[in-house]
């Protein structure tokens, strides 16, 4: 093959979906997948088929291509502020079951205005910050503000959802058990204080990769929306989700060069490999861009735009040439980069188009 490649392997890919459906199954929570992770239609599909009720995307452009894919329940978990992106997300609605996201007042009221002018009315869901500090209402100003969505018109408030990520009170944490109920029950509890405040909501909407499997676990959460489960990544064997072996996707890539011999040279570097999760930083400490299969030892260490250098024992045989497999350490960015990628299964081979890949606005 020609490289650098993403490669997902079909087998690992299926077992990963299910494993990650029976979990919500076992837990009577709805599973609503994030699908920034692949940008694949088939594979939402393929998520939809074992057990997912719909899926999340981060953008209106990422819900366009999932359309045109044939899905047709979308959470776009993002604050759409822009009217062009508004009237956007107003025509998918009117094809589909779609639900946006919110997070302040000035926000769900041009939701609001936007609608009106429309004739439509839009689901929407008040996204909480539990502790990230990304977006998201103030977890002790979210009673207020769904008092106040709740009385605009064209608004319908289905819920509360948040993103978390492996956080325990507000610093990151190893321990996924503790973060997970935590953050649960933290949701659980917000959404009982809005239904007490008058405010009917169904949806509580919870849960990364990490945590998922514990925050469904919790009394109150209806639907969790882990993405990077379904190929795994170096990020997420340290944080316990699953084994190396059960990663499914990488990249293959050549050695191009042996300038000495501690020293590898391959064909992929930052326009192969994504750059956000640097190597050495807490809570994961990890070593290098990336786990190059075969070569415990090796260490993925540099990156400039074309090239990547691993420091090898000076006694490995790893010869200019060869292709060798990397397994990044996130997979989602990783994945961004790439136009298509290639479906191993029994052997074979077959190209698919990373349908959303650069879907950014």
């Known amino acids: 093959m020609e490289t650098p490649c993403l490669v997902i392997d079909s087998d690992k890919l299926l077992n990963n979906i299910r494993r990650m459906a029976d979990v919500a199954s076992r837990n009577n929570v709805r599973l609503r997948p994030h699908v920034k992770t692949h940008k694949i239609p088939r594979i939402a599909q ?66 609001s205005e936007v609608a009106k002018r429309h004739n439509q009315t839009l689901n929407v869901r008040l996204e909480i910050d539990t502790g990230l500090h990304r977006t998201g209402v103030k977890y002790d100003e979210a009673v207020k503000l769904a008092i106040a969505i709740s009385k605009l018109d064209r608004l319908k408030l289905t819920g509360i959802y948040t993103y978390r990520g492996a956080l325990l009170g507000e610093l990151p944490t190893l321990d996924m058990r503790a973060a997970g109920f935590e953050e649960g029950r933290l949701m659980s509890d917000l959404a009982r204080r809005i239904r007490k405040a008058g405010v009917d909501i169904s949806d509580v909407s919870v849960g990364s990769t990490p945590t998922g499997a514990y925050a469904a676990e919790i009394d109150g959460v209806t639907e969790i929306r882990p993405g990077t489960y379904v190929f795994g990544d170096r990020m997420q064997v340290a944080l316990g989700s699953l084994c190396l072996e059960e990663c499914a996707a990488y990249i293959v890539t050549t050695v191009v060069s042996r300038p000495s011999d501690d020293l590898v040279v391959i064909d992929g570097g930052s326009k192969t490999f994504a750059t956000d999760v640097q190597p050495g930083v807490s809570p994961l400490y990890l070593k290098g861009f990336g786990e190059v299969e075969s070569y415990g030892e090796a260490v993925f260490e540099r990156l400039t735009e074309e090239h990547g250098m691993i420091r090898v024992p000076r006694d490995c045989p790893i010869s200019i040439g060869e292709q060798i497999r990397i397994i990044p350490n996130h997979i989602c960015s990783t994945v961004n980069l790439h136009n298509s990628a290639l479906l191993k299964k029994d052997g074979q081979f077959e190209r698919i188009e990373i349908a959303a890949r650069g879907k950014l606005e």
Request: hydrophobic share 55%.
């Open 46 to 111: 393929l998520q939809l088929a074992n057990g997912a009720t719909g899926i999340t995307v981060a953008k209106v452009s990422e819900a366009e291509v999932m359309y045109a894919g044939g899905i047709r329940d979308i959470f776009i978990a993002y604050p759409l502020v822009v009217e062009s992106k508004i009237a956007r997300a107003l025509h998918l609605a009117k094809l589909m079951d779609l639900t946006l996201a919110v997070d302040s007042f000035v926000g769900a009221r041009q939701l």
